[in-house]
């Protein structure tokens, strides 16, 4: 069986108070209270802060204080939540994540109970008032899970008695067993007694009946001590009038605030009227001791006021004695602060005006040609002169308090704008452009501008441009005009990639061209039309052509080169007799001189290379190395070096 260690939030509260020996005990809630009750004699709420929380005055309990959240039977902590890493029992505990008054800062009283049944907690509270009933009360939290709890399980059950410094009990009560719930759930505990005759103080004890070890685990927070008296009625006017009032800031206002008293005891109350001071909280107010307060407000500074009248039985006005009414309120709430609403608009005609106000709930607008509206924004399209003038707005807040601000607009008129320009040009060509009407311009686009801030630039664009000028006065007014400049294209020729051929070949010129109509080639020679885009050409010798193309928007003529390389027919014969008869002697090529770059290489059967010659400037003699070569079949590679297959063959050499 998991043991659950035993945790007792102990009442930090424990009364000392001397009575006569004939006091008579009471057992059980006997005493109660209907009425209004005092300023707590005793207020334990631990305070608040950071973990751990410290420990408690000495005197008050017999547990030992830990600075961790995990106690041991016997010890006690204080926390402001047990959630997490410093739940040490999370699978049987409640996570609790702040205190009884959901404040995230606040302390609580965590106890493991001891393993004997103990008085756990002792306090005195001196200076009571005889016959005076008092109310003792403790939020508890059991800190075992519904789902954990059993019949082994020990629940928190604690006994709150008031005793005299004899130890003569006085009254007694039980909270009964506090059973477990599925989640956090703190609950109140009340006694109630009333002090015997010449009582002045007494002792308060709480006893932890539930054994520890395993269970009676519980948090306590809360604890109060104070007198319970008559019913106190109050209000505004009357008894049954408001108990809150609302004024504005700067506002003046006199109130009458009415008590009564529920006098059933038959003595004579006495009366205290107090009011609420934040930083000295509830002070009473001099002189004001009857059952009616007169309360005035001068030019009401923002804040909340409260006042509420303190009640004794008998002769005592000891304050511990004192039961208290409700608070009666008044509340004076500051004027809403308008924003977003300037001082002065300058406005153009035909502008749209939008009047925006911030700071309140709801707005009063009203104008020049503008009906009381409580629309916010106002939007005013198309403003004209006539609409010039102060626009006042009336902010309200939440509590009808009310602010105003106001605007000034003035309403100034647009420059009459001119603007003028050639509408057609040939790309390449400028033209001047001209506006007029105003003190200040700006032309867009400004990148094909010779300056877009003067009326008259230079515009050079590159294509059918729309420019647009901005006409402003020195209001900032502005009009607009715009100007369009047809570009008209130039024409464009392309008489296409070089050309390689073969003395006797033709080859077609792939030419092309754009915003022409009329086209011809130079020179005519070889060309099979010099008229048409595309001709085809067969010339003897190399030649350069050129392509003319005249723009069809009349914007000049675009000519274009193609190069013709023609290479010479080459005739290789097969056999030559260098034998010095002056006949056939050399190994003569036709044209290949031509090509200064070309490579002959010649080979004898075993392959060895037995000429070589670059440009064929010298034909080949029927030698190697001075030497006539031998009679027989030589075999020959020729390279053009003009990126046309290599040539390869035999030739004979006789003798």
Known sequence: MIRVAAFIFILPVIIAVSLTCNAQTQTGPQATCNGSLGDPVINQDFGSGSNPGPPLAAGVTNLIYVNNSCPSD?????????TGTDNCHPTTWHNVTSDHTGNPNGYMMIVNASVAPNVFFTQSAPTLCPGTTYQFSAYILNLITLQTSGPRVSEPNITFSVETASGQVLAIDSSGTIPPTTDPTWVQKTLFFTTPDSVSSVIVKMTNNAPGGNGNDLILDDITFRACGPVIETGFGSISGSPTQSLCQGQSANYTLQAQVDNSSNTTPSYQWQSYHTNGGWVDTVGQTSNTLNVQFVNAIPGTYQYRLGVTNGTSTLASCRVYSQPLTVNVSPNPVVQGVNPVMQQCVGDTVVLNATGGSSYQWSGPNLPATTNNPVTINGISAADAGQYTVVAYNQYDCSSTTSTQINVNPVPVATATGATTICAGDSTSLTASGGAFYLWTPGKTLSDSTISNPVAFPTDTTTYTVKVSNASGC??????????????????????????????RLTASEKYGNVFYWTPITGLSDPNVLNPFASPTDDITYTLHVNSTTNCGTDSSNVFVRVYKKITIPNTFSPNGDGRNDYWDIDALITYPESLMLVFDRYGQQVFRSVGYANPWDGKYNGQPVPVGTYYYVLDLKNNTPKISGWVLVVR
């Open 74 to 82: 016997g010890q006690y902590t204080i926390a402001n939540s047990l």
């Open 478 to 507: 502005f009009s607009t005009k715009t100007v369009t400049v047809n570009t008209l294209k130039k024409a464009i020729a392309n008489a296409g990639t070089n050309k390689v051929i073969f003395e006797g070949q033709t080859v």
